[in-house]
C-alpha cells in the first residue's frame, strides 16, 4: 500500500514539475 501511495506521489511530483517547472527553480 505505501508503495502504491510513493509511486502515486511521485508520478503526481513529476507532472508538477514539467507543468511548472519554475517551481523547482523556486526549491
Known amino acids: ?3 502504491a501511495g510513493i509511486h502515486l ?3 503526481m511530483f513529476n507532472s508538477v ?4 517547472p519554475g517551481f ?3 526549491v
Open 9 to 11: 506521489q511521485l508520478e
Open 24 to 26: 523547482q527553480r523556486g
Open 1 to 3: 500500500m505505501s508503495g
Open 17 to 20: 514539475q514539467h507543468l511548472h
